[in-house]
C-alpha cells in the first residue's frame, strides 16, 4: 500500500507569497498517478491537478504541480485570499487510492 | 454540466445498514469510473471505494472491505454504497466523485451526504 506524507501540516503566508506543498510516497507511484485536492471549509474538494501536473479544467495558472516517483510538489506562485484552505494529494495508480493527511495553507 | 446528488444518508445504530445513491447527469455514466470518498468530522479525506465505469472492476479500503459494497446502475446513471455492519467510526460525510478519463482522479464531486452511527 502506498502511503502519503504531506508537509507542512500547517503553512502560514501572506496574500502575494509563493506557497510550496510538499507529498512524498512510500513507494513509486506509476506513471504519475498522483492528483491534488483542494477543500474549503463546508465545501467538497475540488480537484486541481492529476496526473502530477495537468491543470484540471477551470484552475488558474497560479497553481502548478511537479514531481515523479515518489516526490510531488504543488506550487501556488502567487497567493490570493481565496487560496487560504487545506490541500490533500492521491495517488490513483494501483489500489487502496490513499490521500495524504493534508496541509492546512493559513493567513 | 456535471451534476452528482447523493441520497440515503442519516442516523444508524451500530451494527446497522444503510444505502447511499449518487444520481449522476450531465455525462455518459457508463463510460466514466466513480468513487466514494468519506471524511469524518474535522478529519481528512479518506478514499472508500471505486467501480469501473462497466462495474467489471471495484476496488476497497480495508477500512471497509467485507463490509461496504459498492455497484452501479448504468440504465440509471446511478452509483450505489451498500454499507453493512456499520460502526461508530463510520461516522462521515461521504461524497461521490466522478473520475477523470481512464484514470480513478476523482475530477467531479457531489455535496456530500452526512451518515452518523451512533446508538
Known amino acids: 500500500e502506498v502511503v502519503l506524507e504531506q508537509s507542512p501540516g500547517t503553512l502560514s503566508l501572506s496574500p502575494g507569497e509563493r506557497a510550496t506543498l510538499s507529498c512524498r510516497a512510500t513507494q513509486s507511484v506509476g506513471s504519475s498517478y498522483l492528483a491534488w485536492y483542494q477543500q474549503k471549509p463546508g465545501q467538497p474538494p475540488r480537484l486541481l491537478i492529476y496526473?502530477?501536473?495537468t491543470r484540471a479544467t477551470g484552475i488558474p495558472d497560479r497553481f502548478s504541480g511537479s514531481g515523479s516517483g515518489t516526490g510531488f510538489t504543488l506550487t501556488i506562485t502567487t497567493l490570493e485570499p481565496e487560496d487560504f484552505a487545506v490541500y490533500y494529494c492521491q495517488h490513483y495508480g494501483s489500489s487502496p487510492f490513499t490521500f495524504g493527511q493534508g496541509t492546512r495553507l493559513e493567513i | 454540466e456535471v451534476t452528482l446528488l447523493e441520497s440515503g444518508g442519516g442516523l444508524v445504530q451500530p451494527g446497522g445498514s444503510l444505502r447511499l445513491s449518487c444520481a449522476a447527469s450531465g455525462f455518459t455514466f457508463s463510460d466514466y469510473a466513480m468513487t466514494w470518498v468519506r471524511q469524518a468530522p474535522g478529519k481528512g479525506l479518506e478514499w472508500v471505494s471505486s467501480i469501473s465505469g462497466s462495474a467489471g472492476s471495484t476496488y476497497y479500503a480495508d477500512s471497509v472491505k467485507g463490509r461496504f459494497t459498492i455497484s452501479r446502475d448504468n440504465s440509471k446513471n446511478t452509483l450505489f454504497l451498500q454499507m453493512n455492519s456499520l460502526r461508530d467510526e463510520d461516522t462521515a460525510i461521504y461524497y461521490c466523485a466522478k473520475a477523470g478519463w481512464g484514470v480513478y482522479s476523482s475530477h467531479y464531486w457531489g455535496q456530500g451526504i452526512l451518515v452518523t452511527v451512533s446508538s
Open positions: 496526473a502530477a501536473s
